[in-house]
């Protein structure tokens, strides 16, 4: 049976959720959300730069299902930093979605001290936006995406809301242990986008060893893996067999060696992506 992560403010979120990114726009997002709602998804995770809002907003549309018992994610984009910008950006998206409300809204990715000078202020200044659509409840949760630990910390210095989840890259080969621990010791949740490395996962022959073992295909164990972590992964697919199978992940569980074998793997088929280094 599927559970639940608590937030520090109460709210519960489905703890697989379904990712949307690189999923393209139009019938394909359409059809691979209804797909995962049909499947039993209750977490929809998108963001305004993937370009699909309008389709998984469809999606959702035409699942038929009520609101209330989906949680939907989005994020507001790197050129949109900063308060007007970042609540222009949340009505774009609310529009775009075709929704009354958002469950959770991130900042997709931090201003940084290599690009900017004052990126301290640019994230404050974002992030008052986000906490004056928590308070006048257009969003029930908010929090980031791809902050390490110093952009935390700038960041939770002076605000009024602590982020109640950080959304970074976790995967066999790429944990960020410091980064996960010191969100969980300030009961930040996290949520793992490319828990399967962007399919990059699946022909790791070290992972099929541990899959053979249980039955079940590496998928299922990367994300298998992710929740024993204690941390939320967001499989993304577009195919229906494989949408069906990384939700199917609740009636086993790994071994503590298989999780130390897992946990030990050497850095493989990550993006690359540094918060500090990106150019974009």
């Not at 549309?61 to 950006?89: H, Q």
């Not at 004052?118 to 994230?123: E, G, V």
């Not at 944990?175 to 949520?191: A, D, P």
Request: with cysteine.
């Amino acid at each position: 049976m599927e559970k639940q992560f608590e937030l520090e403010n109460s709210v519960h979120i489905p703890s697989v959720g379904f990712g949307t990114w690189q999923t393209p726009d139009g019938a394909t997002a359409v059809d691979a959300v209804r797909c995962a709602i049909e499947t039993g998804y209750r977490h929809i995770d998108t963001a305004a730069v993937y370009g699909n809002e309008k389709s998984v907003g469809e999606g959702i549309a035409r699942s038929g299902i009520d609101r209330r018992e989906l949680f939907v994610t989005s994020k507001v984009w790197n050129t949109e930093r900063g308060y007007d910008t970042t609540l222009r950006a949340f009505d774009k998206t609310l529009a775009d979605l075709g929704l009354e409300y958002l469950d959770l809204y991130l900042i997709h990715w931090p201003a940084t001290a290599h690009r900017f000078e004052d990126w301290q202020r640019i994230n404050a200044d974002t992030w008052r936006a986000m906490e004056k659509l928590y308070h006048d409840g257009r969003v029930r949760a908010i929090g980031v995406s791809n902050f390490l630990p110093h952009h935390l910390e700038a960041l939770m210095d002076g605000a009024e809301e602590q982020p109640s989840v950080n959304q970074i890259e976790f995967h066999p080969g790429f944990m960020q242990t410091e980064c996960v621990n010191f969100c969980k010791s300030r009961g930040i949740v996290v949520e793992a986008w490319s828990p399967l490395g962007t399919g990059r996962m699946l022909n790791n022959e070290t992972l099929k060893t541990v899959a053979a073992r249980y039955r079940k295909s590496v998928a299922q164990v990367c994300i298998r893996w992710a929740l024993q972590h204690e941390v939320l992964p967001l499989p993304k697919s577009v195919t229906p067999s494989r949408i069906r199978e990384n939700l199917d992940v609740f009636d086993f569980e790994l071994s503590s060696v298989d999780m130390l074998t897992i946990d030990r793997m050497e850095y493989f088929g990550g993006s690359g992506l540094n918060p500090d280094k990106i150019d974009f």
